[in-house]
């Protein structure tokens, strides 16, 4: 079963682009990591300073791998979490999937 961890990042007035541009080497260094299903990165349309991201992996064991590498470490909890006026994270197991029908 998929761990999916969802993190919501409050940027700076304005912030948004350059945290971005930040983010983009360690969204790639992550989906090329052993587990990783998906890396989603997320705009809300109401909330123009932040950024949502919903990462999903194969096990747990997969997320505390990620949580060791070093693009995790230097890039997200060195150079980005220090730029954000507030970053919350939760690691949630999931309960039911729904898969949207193609449109007839």
């Known amino acids: 079963m998929t761990v999916t ?3 919501s990042y409050d940027c700076a007035p304005g912030d948004r682009d350059a945290v971005l541009e930040i983010l983009e080497p360690a969204r790639v260094a992550t989906i090329a990591e ?5 890396f989603i990165v ?5 909330a123009p300073d932040r950024v949502v991201l919903i990462e999903g992996w194969r096990s747990p064991g997969h997320l505390a ?3 060791e590498t070093a693009h995790f470490a230097g890039i997200i909890l060195e150079r980005l979490v220090p730029r954000l006026a507030r970053r919350a994270v939760a690691v ?11 449109a007839a």
């Open 34 to 38: 052993e587990g990783c299903e998906y």
């Open 42 to 46: 997320l705009a809300p349309q109401d």
């Open 5 to 7: 961890t969802l993190a």
């Open 65 to 67: 791998a990620h949580r």
């Open 92 to 102: 949630c197991d999931e309960i039911a999937r729904s898969v949207a029908r193609p």
